[in-house]
């Protein structure tokens, strides 16, 4: 069950968002995006693994010399750790990719350790336990299900004690990690179609207005990371035109820099 | 009467009140979410991924509300809608960030259920747009769940 923060969230979106009139029961063909709303609050920042299966229907991708099984840092500013655990999760989904089962359970350990730190072990530690349970049967859309849960209920506990600006934080440590692989994958093989991923400007926009409202977290990577995205924004925000190859090695340039900064002491 | 009776039939009223009150007083997001899981369930064997979050909300008779997505060409989607009021007809479509429809034609419709289908032909943002076409309720809750491989 949705617990009754995430029901007040979701009604407030509700309210908030755009209210459009009935049209009848003829679909209409096209309509005025002009009159919807320019916000994306409402957006479900997507999955690693929903751009990672976009990718791999490109051409075969070596998952493997992207695993990352090293342990981090250990750290005790929330902000940072939300920001770490992000990360892992992401890396979860590559290790799955990589079908690497000795790093999936590696990680659904270092999932449980980051979680418990910032005071959402409990509803993680079923999670974990499957996330294991079903690298050890190979089983990965299993696990690729499970690294989901994980999220959404690390997510799901941070909104109940209104800690929704560090669940913000997971979901952007996932997309740099999962942009920063994308972007190293088609730097390597360029392909117009690999490098049309990245357009994500409203995305983008979302997590760059989001990192704007936490200006009580003093923390040095959330500031880079901010400055980081307004250098990225021109770069894949360009309408029609095709991202070149250039910009997605650029792009991997800031998101691999930001990826050191987040699993690493300043 | 002693205080433990006068206590019991207090209690009982209450829980007689409560039965008789539209179960719709009691039904949640929560409820609409589980529908929506549910249209979703066949599609799971075809090999879609549905995701643990979701939207929802509440919407009068005829309203609709409009929420933006980021989509990757290269996979296909499906959206799900549901609400628990049984007697509501709810529809969902997607369009392109020009407005242009940009489902396939298999999306469909069925009373308190809907669903689209999207193969986008190219990544960006699309507008999933859902509707309470009819509702015997005030306000119905929807919620909105999508899958993709």
Redesign the interface.
């Known amino acids: 069950m949705t617990p009754f923060p995430k029901y007040l969230k979701l009604s407030a979106i509700a309210a908030s968002g755009l209210i459009l009139c009935a049209q009848g029961d003829q679909v209409p063909q096209h309509i005025d995006i002009k009159q919807l709303s320019k916000t994306v609050e409402d957006v479900v920042v997507p999955l690693p693994n929903e751009i990672f299966g976009a990718l791999n229907k490109l051409g075969a991708v070596n998952w493997k010399e992207h695993v990352r099984s090293d342990k981090g840092t250990n750290f005790t500013e929330r902000p940072r750790i939300a920001l770490l655990l992000g990360t892992v999760i992401a890396d979860g989904f590559i290790a799955v990719q990589a079908e690497d089962a000795p790093t999936v359970k590696e990680i659904g350990q270092r999932v449980l350790t980051l979680a418990k730190g910032i005071g959402v072990g409990n509803s993680i530690t079923p999670h974990a336990k499957a996330i294991i349970e079903a690298a050890d049967k190979r089983n990965w859309d299993g696990v690729r299900q499970e690294l989901d849960r994980t999220q959404n209920s690390v997510q799901q506990a941070m909104n109940e004690v209104h800690d929704e600006k560090l669940s913000q934080l997971v979901s952007l440590g996932g997309w740099l990690r999962g942009t920063e692989v994308l972007t190293s994958v088609v730097s390597k093989h360029f392909s117009a179609d690999g490098a049309e991923l990245l357009h994500q400007p409203d995305l983008l926009s979302y997590f760059q207005t989001r990192l704007q409202a936490m200006p009580e977290f003093n923390v040095p990577i959330i500031r880079e990371i901010e400055n980081a995205l307004g250098q990225v924004k021109p770069l894949i925000d360009v309408g029609k035109a095709r991202i070149p190859p250039e910009s997605v090695k650029k792009i991997n340039e800031i998101t691999t820099r930001l990826g050191g900064g987040i699993t690493t002491r300043d | 009467m002693n205080a433990s009776v006068k206590v019991l039939l207090r209690g009982s009223s209450l829980l007689a009140a409560l039965i008789v009150l539209h179960p719709t007083v009691f039904a ?3 409820d609409a ?1 589980s529908f929506a899981l549910q249209a979703a369930e066949p599609y799971v064997k075809e090999g879609f ?1 549905v ?9 009068a008779s ?9 989509l ?4 296909e989607y499906w959206f799900w809608l549901g609400t628990e009021v049984e007697r509501a007809k709810i ?1 969902v ?1 997607i ?1 392109d ?5 940009a489902e396939e034609p298999d999306g469909w419709q069925k009373g308190h259920f809907a669903a689209a289908h999207v193969i986008p032909k ?4 699309y ?1 999933v ?1 859902v ?1 309470i ?1 009819e509702s015997p309720e005030e306000r119905t809750h929807w919620a909105l769940v ?1 899958g ?2």
């Open positions: 949640s997001v929560d979410q991924q995701r643990e979050d979701y939207w929802g909300g509440d919407l005829g309203e609709k509300k409009a929420v933006r997505q980021q990757f060409k290269g996979n529809s479509h369009y960030s020009d407005g242009k429809l190219t990544t960006g943002s507008f747009i509707n076409e999508y993709f491989r």
